[in-house]
C-alpha cells in the first residue's frame, strides 16, 4: 500500500480487497457456467466497481 494506513483503515482495505476479490470470482465463473444473467453480472461488476472506488480512496492504489 502506498499510504500509512491506521489498523483501522488496513482492516477496512483488506475487508474491501477481499468481497472484491470474491465478486471478480464470482463473475467469471458466471461467465463460464453461463449461471447469472447479464443483468446479475453487470450488478456484480458495478459492485465491483464501488468496492475498487473505496480501496482506491483509502489506499491510493487500483484494484483490478
Known sequence: MTRLLTQEQEAEA?????EH???RDRAA??????KLSDD??????TEM???SSQY?????????
Open 29 to 34: 465463473a458466471a461467465g463460464y457456467g453461463n
Open 49 to 51: 466497481s464501488i468496492l
Open 56 to 64: 482506491f480512496d483509502l489506499t491510493g492504489e487500483v484494484l483490478k
Open 40 to 45: 446479475d453480472v453487470a450488478e456484480l461488476r
Open 14 to 18: 483488506d475487508r474491501v480487497a477481499g
Open 21 to 23: 476479490a470474491t465478486l
